[in-house]
Each structure stands twice: as C-alpha cells, then as structure tokens.
C-alpha cells in the first residue's frame, strides 16, 4: 500500500476495512498511516529533516512535505530557511515572516524494503494501542459484573477468553481448582479488574473470586435482584466449600429459604456453576454471638465471649461438636471466620475451664507479686474485674472501695502501689530494650509498646527487617491441623493479644519503610 505504484483508493479502503474490524475511528486509522509513511520518508531524506505528511481521505493522494521554520540567519539547513528562499519556493510564502513555518513539498518515491517495513511497524503498534484503548473504554463499565465469553486458548496455566470485541485473561490462581478447561468451551467468569497495561491482557477475570459467587446468586435469585434480600458477606474455598451471608429487608421474608429454591433448584444452579462447591447459606445477623452460631453449625455451640475491640471470638463448645465445628483440615472455621472478619478460636468446655483458671492464677499472682498483697485481696480483685497493674492504677479510691472488704485507705495505698510499680517497670523495660540491642528502626515502629520490643529482643527479632520477614500467624499464634490434629502455634506476640488485622498492618508498615526503594 505504500508503493506509489498502488491504487491510491487502496488506501482508503484499507483505512475504512482496518477501522471496521478493530471498531476504530477511521481518521485515527488514516493518521497512524500519516505517521508511519513519516518515519519511512526520514529514512529516504534524513532523520534531521521534519517530515509531515498527509493523506487526502477522499482519492488516497499523499503529500509529503519538509518543515522549515523562517529565521534571519539559518544555521541547519534541513530545518531553517531565511524568508527570501521561502518566497522563491512558493508563491503563498509572500506573507509569511520571521518566525513561521512553511511546508516544502518533497518528491514522491518508492518505499525501499526497509523504510516499507518500518512504517509498516509504525502503522500496526499504533492500531494495536488504538486498539487496546477503544478496549478498555468498552469495558471499563463491566469492572464487578460476569461475563461470558469462549475459551480462545491456553497459556502457561491461564486461560484467554474471547470476549467478543476484547480478550480477557483468568490467570491460573484465579481458576476453580481441578476445573477442567478447554478451547472452544463457553465460560463464565467475574470481572474483578479493567486496566490500562502496557503489555499484555487488560481485562482481568476469575472464577474463584467470593464476588462471582455473590453475582451468580444475584442472577439466579429474583429476591437478591430486586434488592429484598441482600448479601452481607461470602467467603469461598474455591472448588470445595464456600459460605454466604443474607438478610431479607421484610422481616417476612426467608433469606435462606429463598437462596436455596424450590428443591434446592436456585442454589444447585450456583453450585453446579462452581463445580460442585458446597454452598453453606448464612442467615446474617448484627450480634457477633448469633452469627457464629449460625456460621459454625451445624455444630452445636455452648457459649460464645465476644472482644469487639480486637474482633476476636471465643466459642465454647462440647466434644462431640469440635470436629464440627473445624471441619476438615480447619475449613469451616476458617471459612467462617473470613465470613465475619472475626479471628475465631474454638474450645472446648475443658478446655476453657482450664484457660479460664490459668488466666486467673496469673491475674492473681502478678497483684500479689508486684504489689505485695495477699493472696485472698488479689483474688478478691479479679474476681472484682480488675485484670492488669494499669486497671488499679487508673481506678478511683470510690471505686475500689465499693469491694466489700476494702477500705478507703487501702484503695489509696494500692492506687499509689500501682503507679510506682508501673513507673519502676517502664525504666526496667527501656533497659532491658538496651540489654537486648534492639534496633532503633524497630523501635521507633507505631504500633509496637515496649513491652512488645522486649519480647521481640528475647526471640532475636531485633530490627525492622526482621520483624518485616515475619508472618501475621507467626505474630498472633492460631492452630493448624497437622496429620488429622489440631496444633497451636505460638506467636511471638501471642501474650498482647493482637487481631490478624493487627499484626498485618503492623508487618505491612514495616514491609512499606524496608522495601520503599
């Protein structure tokens, strides 16, 4: 199409035929030809010549043209022109002056092999951003919806779907495990991302998402699509087990019941979407307590302690029901807890009798201890709620002597134990931090108390980096199942009870300061 031998129509028709196909402008189409004929005819006069040309949109007829700009005194040449020269070239240059431009026609000419392929680069590269623009405004509006598409090929694990006018990508971590794809296949999947990348997909997919389950129910439940009943949460182990909370805005109204269907009909259609994923229907509810009973089943909770300030649960259950409760290999409490955003930690009625007895042997100790009190008073303290130095500390002489059995002056004396227990111990902590060579850039840290830094110390987690290397369950403890039983791992920070939301954030504040460059 570039040789001047060709029809000049020819171009046109390519422009409009190219424009057609890709859905693009055909003036953009026409420009990236303009551009790519530029860069062929600077190799033919010389890239220190400024090229411009143009191609006439109704007979094909192109112009090239040199760009000079009129000075006084012209140095280059290829650039400058004085205003006499320019008059001599062309009659129209009578009224230019110093400071203009004039275009110098230059003489049509075959495109050699290379100039040819050259413009031809120019021209595909920017058809193709054309392209994945034009892409990514068509799509930008289907960012958290499903789509639909066939299968196109695979790649290294991921799948490419023909979307129609675009390709999306769902990447291998994103497929439904064991999901047997092939080319030709129609798939569906949630559009979690469209962007603009300079390489490679723009339009991300995956079926393993918890929001492509929530958008098949919003599909196949008319109550969830005409906003009767609305999806609080999910949380998804993709190709084995997920978990949905709902709630219905009419009190008269099922949530549960309507998900599910006649027969289980609207629920089965999600599930077989998914592969067989087992689908546990929640009934959501504001109580912390309510909804973990309801998340857990159908294992039978005894008593359940909720912390809202640390979104932690404890639930306490019988013997029979702990198995229920975990699921295998620890997936519905998992599940469920990734359902609430609560941590859970399950136990059972021995077992927090046990812990509940401990916790307050030790209470009890520490008063005794470091306030030099008696045994009975220390009790009678944390029977009272009083759990830590710093409750003491900052009560009131009225309020400790409302305990039967403690006066006045002997809620005074243990207020002032207290504050002088604390200030000793805070200078003792600063030493021990010294003693222990933790780093500054650990300790300067927000988030981290001191009594946090010398637990660091003693485990030799003694600078930023360290602490950045760490793991959230390697700071807060958990259990893990390990050859069918249930095994505590002990945080670093266990004693301070820290959420999992917590000990992220503190990771990923470290993470940000030691690999910011």
């Not at 693009?24 to 010389?46: H, N, P, V």
């Not at 946090?452 to 980096?465: A, D, P, W, Y």
Request: with cysteine; proline share 2%; net charge negative.
């Amino acid at each position: 199409m570039l040789n001047r031998r060709a029809d000049k129509l020819e171009l046109i028709r390519i422009a409009e035929a190219v424009a057609l196909e890709k859905s693009i402008d055909k003036d953009l189409i026409i420009s990236s030809m303009e551009t790519g004929i530029e860069k062929a005819a600077k190799s033919k006069f010389g890239s220190e010549n400024e090229i411009k040309v143009q191609i006439d949109k109704n007979n094909g007829d192109i112009n090239i043209f040199r760009v000079l700009k009129i000075v006084d005194n012209p140095i280059n040449h290829n650039t400058e022109i004085s205003l006499n020269d320019a008059k001599k070239i062309n009659k129209e240059n009578e009224e230019k002056k110093i400071g203009d431009e004039i275009f110098e026609n230059l003489p049509s000419f075959d495109f050699g092999r290379i100039a040819a392929q050259t413009a031809k680069q120019v021209i595909s590269y920017n058809v193709r951003e054309a392209e994945r623009e034009r892409q990514y405004n068509d799509f930008a509006d289907k960012k958290d919806t499903i789509l639909s598409g066939i299968i196109k090929r695979l790649e290294y694990g991921n799948v490419i779907v023909d979307l129609g006018k675009a390709e999306g990508i769902i990447k291998k971590d994103e497929l439904i495990p064991r999901e047997n794809t092939k080319a030709g296949d129609r798939i569906k999947a949630y559009c979690f991302d469209v962007r603009r990348e300079p390489r490679g997909q723009q339009i991300f997919l995956s079926r393993a998402h918890p929001k492509f389950m929530e958008k098949l129910f919003f599909q196949e439940v008319p109550e969830i699509y005409d906003n009767l009943i609305e999806i609080k949460s999910s949380a998804r182990d993709p190709g084995s087990r997920a978990k949905i909370s709902v709630i219905a805005k009419d009190s008269t109204l099922d949530p549960v019941g309507a998900c599910v269907g006649m027969r289980g009909s609207r629920v089965q259609a999600v599930v077989n979407e998914l592969q067989g994923e087992k689908i546990d229907i929640v009934h959501w509810s504001e109580d912390p307590a309510v909804l973990v009973v309801n998340a857990l089943s159908p294992a039978e909770i005894q008593r359940v302690v909720v912390d809202n300030n640390y979104k932690r649960l404890d639930v306490i259950l019988t013997e029979d029901n702990l198995s229920k409760a975990i699921g295998r290999r620890g997936q519905n409490v998992r599940l469920a807890s990734k359902l609430m955003d609560y941590e859970i930690n399950i136990l059972t009625e021995k077992e927090d009798s046990e812990r509940r007895q401990i916790e307050f042997k030790e209470r009890t100790d520490n008063f005794v201890k470091n306030l030099e009190l008696d045994e009975t008073l220390g009790q009678l303290l944390v029977a009272e709620g009083y759990l830590t130095i710093e409750d003491i500390k900052n009560s009131t002489v009225e309020e400790i002597s409302k305990i039967e059995g403690i006066d006045e002056k002997t809620s005074q004396e243990l207020i002032e134990r207290a504050g002088e227990f604390i200030k000793k111990d805070a200078e003792e902590i600063s030493n021990k931090i010294s003693e222990l060579g933790v780093k500054s850039d650990l300790i300067n840290l927000n988030g981290l108390t001191p009594g946090m830094l010398v637990t660091l110390g003693e485990q030799k987690i003694l600078s930023l980096k360290d602490f950045a290397e760490l793991a959230s369950d390697e700071v807060t403890g958990g259990y893990d199942i390990f050859k069918g039983e249930r095994v505590k791992i002990k945080g670093c920070l266990e004693d301070f009870a820290l959420t999992k939301k917590e000990a992220d954030d503190l990771i990923m504040a470290a993470r940000a300061i030691v690999y910011k460059d």
